[in-house]
């Protein structure tokens, strides 16, 4: 039989019968000396169990408790059976409030209940606070054991203190499936886990980064009925982030949204970078564009990885959205620095897809970065031009041209502002629309030559653009107007593209005047000179001429490149000369270039198929 009342009994009058009648069936106190603490208890099947891990340290287990006789006071009520006459309150942990007895051991009826909870929540929380967290779940065993007076049974599970407790075990290093399994018994303690039973399940998922828990919590959070809360959401993204698994992070991301919460800037930047590695760019750039909205936004380092993502996958809005989030002026770092070839590969993106806006800020970007000390590249001025002539600014271009003219008016490569290599984009711009764009690009820079100085170079891309279209006459026309109309003197790239001009339409007296012409002025005839005269002969079909012109060039000390070569040996096998084609073989040898496949070897390699 239980030693304790029941519950709906009501203490006896205080008479000598009634008295009497208790001691009977009291057992005697030696029975009581040497038995263990768990006699004095209910019985099993009063409450619900205990969760396990809430069970007594087999370390901190105190000896039993030896109970001594107290006088007792005048007036007072009869004692309770369900307490020995000799008791001894025995301080168990540091802090905790020693309960109260009647006369002969008899219980005190607290004047307030929840003032008693609260009290024993306090030292749990003062003792976690002080890293003593098993004497923190001692003071919850001995609460859950502990009779309530007024109802004769043991306290009811509070979630308050069950949480305090939860916390303490998740501080002794508790695995987050055990946490997961004391959540599981609240339904068997007739409780409903709260808001800070998932603030620490959570704050134990995060140390433990377990996919598969975590997934089992918010199946738990959502039976439950508890609202989500970001910083939960949070502890979600930055684990599937780091697991680069984007398609999970992206689900709880949608679980945010649906709840009007944002991700904080850490993991809004870990999951940047996490789409970026994993190949999801685009879904970064959404990411971005939806924090950006509550002015959230990822770190540098980040912003960094998208714009280099959406370079890799030529998508210019994307590198546009990164560089604008990134140098933000009202959110903007101190002398924010990003390297030149960060900036070269975005204005390659430019160029390829003809974005003027991107061009304008990458450049702007790089200016603030290089702070004066020093001039962009000639490659980044090349791509910066580039880009605009691919957007169909010509004006914009022949600014970027002028400035490179300006900046780099000394520099000795002679290639740099050669039609035929480094500006052949600016060329052609200029002849992709025929003469209507060409007419349309002299008056254009007519106009600007009224205002100011025009640089002689995109006169020359002109000429070349002229070329191009095999109009010789308005290429001749054109060279004319440099010393005429514009007031400039021409210079080497200048004859040349009017040399290939001549060249091309077989005029080779014309093309030898122009060399001559360059001779007398005093300039000095380059490499790609005397290949466009080689050119013109082998076009006009002179092999002898082209000959001469190539044994010039050894004698000077040029090396020839492996495409001339090829040209004239070409031209020696179709007018039959084997004897120059030997001598064009045994060049290429020395040379140690490949000999190759003519296109006559591989027209041969097809016949001997059939």
């Given at each position: 039989a239980?030693?304790?009342?029941?519950?709906?009994s009501?203490p006896?009058p205080?008479?000598?019968?009634?008295?009497?009648q208790?001691?009977?069936?009291?057992?005697?106190l030696?029975q009581?000396?040497?038995?263990p603490?768990?006699?004095?208890?209910?019985a099993?099947?009063?409450?619900p169990p205990?969760?396990?891990?809430?069970?007594?340290?087999?370390?901190?287990l105190p000896?039993?408790p030896?109970?001594?006789?107290?006088?007792?006071?005048?007036?007072?009520?009869?004692?309770?059976?369900?307490v020995p006459?000799?008791?001894?309150?025995l301080?168990?942990?540091?802090?905790?409030?020693?309960?109260?007895?009647?006369?002969q051991?008899?219980?005190?009826?607290?004047a307030?209940?929840k003032?008693r909870?609260k009290e024993?929540?306090?030292?749990?929380?003062k003792?976690i606070?002080?890293s003593k967290c098993?004497?923190?779940?001692?003071?919850?065993?001995d609460w859950?054991?502990?009779i309530?007076p007024?109802t004769?049974e043991?306290n009811?599970p509070?979630i308050?203190?069950?949480n305090?407790?939860?916390?303490?075990q998740?501080?002794?290093?508790?695995s987050?499936?055990?946490?997961?399994?004391?959540?599981?018994?609240?339904k068997?303690?007739?409780?409903?886990p709260?808001?800070?039973t998932?603030?620490?399940?959570?704050?134990?998922?995060?140390?433990?980064?377990?996919?598969q828990?975590?997934e089992?919590?918010f199946?738990?959070?959502?039976?439950?009925?508890?609202q989500?809360?970001?910083?939960?959401?949070?502890?979600?993204?930055?684990?599937?982030?780091a697991e680069?698994?984007?398609?999970q992070a992206?689900?709880?991301v949608?679980?945010?949204?649906?709840?009007?919460?944002?991700?904080n800037?850490?993991?809004?930047?870990?999951l940047?970078?996490?789409?970026?590695?994993?190949?999801?760019?685009?879904?970064?750039?959404?990411?971005?564009?939806?924090?950006k909205?509550k002015n959230?936004?990822?770190s540098?380092?980040?912003?960094?990885?998208?714009?280099?993502?959406?370079?890799?996958?030529?998508?210019?809005e994307?590198?546009?959205l990164?560089?604008?989030?990134?140098f933000d002026?009202?959110?903007?770092r101190?002398?924010?620095?990003?390297?030149?070839g960060?900036?070269l590969?975005?204005?390659?993106?430019?160029?390829?897809?003809g974005?003027?806006?991107?061009?304008?800020k990458?450049?702007?970007i790089?200016c603030?970065?290089?702070?004066?000390?020093?001039?962009?590249?000639?490659s980044?001025?090349?791509?910066r031009?580039?880009?605009?002539?691919?957007?169909g600014?010509?004006?914009?271009?022949?600014?970027a041209?002028r400035d490179?003219?300006?900046?780099?008016s000394?520099?000795?490569d002679?290639?740099?502002?050669s039609?035929?290599?480094?500006l052949r984009?600016?060329?052609?711009?200029?002849s992709?629309?025929?003469?209507?764009?060409?007419?349309a690009?002299y008056?254009?820079m007519?106009?600007?030559?009224a205002?100011?100085k025009?640089?002689?170079?995109?006169?020359?891309?002109?000429?070349?653009?002229?070329?191009?279209?095999?109009d010789?006459?308005?290429?001749?026309q054109?060279?004319?107007a440099?010393?005429?109309?514009f007031?400039?003197?021409?210079n080497?790239?200048?004859?040349?593209a009017?040399?290939?001009g001549?060249?091309?339409?077989?005029?080779?007296?014309?093309?030898l005047?122009?060399?001559?012409?360059?001779v007398?002025?005093?300039?000095?005839?380059?490499?790609?000179?005397?290949?466009?005269?080689?050119?013109?002969?082998?076009?006009?079909?002179?092999i002898r001429?082209?000959?001469?012109?190539?044994?010039?060039?050894v004698e000077?000390?040029?090396?020839?490149?492996?495409e001339t070569?090829f040209?004239?040996r070409?031209?020696?096998?179709?007018?039959?000369?084997?004897e120059?084609?030997?001598?064009?073989l045994?060049?290429?040898?020395?040379?140690?270039?490949?000999?190759?496949l003519?296109g006559e070897d591989?027209?041969?390699i097809?016949f001997?198929?059939?």
């Open positions: 239980s030693l304790l009342p029941s519950p709906s009501s006896l205080a008479t000598q019968t009634n008295v009497e208790q001691q009977q069936q009291q057992p005697p030696s009581y000396q040497d038995a603490s768990s006699q004095f208890q209910a099993p099947t009063a409450s205990r969760p396990p891990i809430f069970q007594r340290p087999s370390s901190a000896s039993p030896q109970y001594q006789s107290v006088s007792k006071a005048p007036g007072a009520a009869p004692s309770d059976p369900s006459s000799n008791s001894n309150a301080s168990v942990v540091p802090g905790m409030a020693l309960p109260s007895f009647r006369a051991g008899a219980w005190v009826p607290s307030d209940y003032a909870r024993v929540y306090n030292n749990m929380v003792l606070g002080d098993t004497e923190a779940l001692q003071i919850y065993h859950s054991q502990e309530n007024e004769g043991k009811e509070w308050v203190i069950w305090a407790a939860l916390l303490a998740r501080l002794l290093g508790a987050i499936n055990e946490l997961l399994k004391q959540v599981d018994t609240l068997d303690l007739g409780l409903v709260n808001r800070n998932f603030t620490v399940m959570f704050h134990a998922i995060s140390a433990s980064r377990d996919c828990a975590l089992q919590l199946s738990r959070l959502m039976e439950s009925g508890v989500v809360e970001a910083e939960w959401c949070n502890v979600a993204i930055s684990i599937y982030a680069r698994s984007v398609g992206m689900k709880y949608q679980l945010m949204a649906a709840n009007g919460l944002y991700p800037e850490f993991v809004l930047s870990v940047v970078t996490a789409c970026v590695r994993s190949g999801h760019t685009n879904t970064g750039l959404a990411i971005v564009t939806w924090c909205e959230i936004f990822p540098f380092p980040s912003l960094g990885d998208l714009v280099q993502g959406c370079v890799q996958s030529d998508n210019s994307g590198a546009l990164g560089l604008e989030v990134a002026k009202q959110r903007e101190a002398n924010p620095i990003v390297d030149e960060t900036v590969a975005v204005l390659g993106v430019a160029a390829r897809n974005d003027l806006a991107l061009a304008m990458a450049w702007d790089l603030r970065s290089l702070q004066n000390i020093r001039p962009p590249s000639t980044s001025f090349i791509a031009l580039h880009a605009f002539v691919a957007a600014d010509l004006n914009m271009a022949l600014l041209l490179m003219e300006i900046t780099y000394a520099e000795k002679k290639d740099l502002f039609p035929f290599s480094s984009s600016f060329v052609l711009g200029c992709r629309g025929g003469f209507a764009a060409l007419d690009a008056f254009k007519e106009e600007m030559a205002t100011q025009l640089p002689l170079s995109a006169i020359n891309c002109l000429i070349l653009g002229c070329s191009n279209i095999w010789v006459d308005r290429a001749y054109t060279f004319e440099i010393g005429s109309v007031g400039l003197l021409p080497v790239h200048s004859c040349n009017l040399i290939d001549f060249g091309k339409m077989r005029k080779i007296q014309d093309a005047k122009v060399y001559d012409y360059m007398d002025s005093g300039m000095q005839p380059d490499y790609r000179s005397y290949c466009l005269l080689i050119n013109a002969h082998v076009v006009n079909r002179d001429s082209a000959m001469e012109v190539l044994d010039y060039m000077s000390g040029y090396t020839i490149d492996k070569l040209k004239i070409r031209r020696c096998i179709r007018e039959f000369d084997d120059q084609a030997h001598r064009i045994n060049m290429t040898r020395k040379f140690a270039y490949s000999v190759g003519l591989r027209k041969n097809l001997q198929l059939f």
